[in-house]
């Protein structure tokens, strides 16, 4: 299994989760610092959407406006390991996040995670 995401949960508006997502199966030669890596979500009854990404080194990250200022995306690239903190939740933040990146012409996905912001 190339992507296992971890974290979820359901937690109550304003709260804070810390999603993690763990990589493998990289093309041969390459390592999980050679991929730049993005969280998607899908909203019940939506499109899977794109959240955030980060380049391999870490250096540089991008956001949806809609997450801008509350989600955090960061990378352990030692442990082959991505995260998202998401504070200040909302209720049009439930969704199930999956963790991604492109190998070759195909992009990789994983099972996601479920996040459920409710009170």
């Given at each position: ?28 030669g ?9 969280w ?13 990404m ?8 991008k ?42 012409s195909?992009r990789?996905?994983?099972?996601g995670?479920q ?5």
């Amino acid at each position: 299994v190339p992507i296992v995401e971890s974290g979820g949960g359901m937690v109550q508006p304003g709260g804070s989760l810390r999603l993690s997502c763990v990589a493998s199966g990289f093309t041969p030669g390459l390592t999980f610092e050679d991929y730049a890596m993005s969280w998607y979500r899908q909203a019940p009854g939506k499109e899977r959407v794109w959240v955030a990404m980060i380049n391999g080194a870490g250096t540089f990250t991008k956001y949806d406006d809609d997450v801008k200022g509350r989600f955090t995306i960061s990378r352990d690239n030692a442990k082959n390991t991505m995260y998202l903190q998401m504070n200040s939740l909302k209720p049009e933040d439930t969704a199930v996040y999956f963790c991604t990146f492109v190998r070759g012409s195909q992009r990789i996905f994983g099972q996601g995670t479920q996040v459920i912001v409710s009170s």
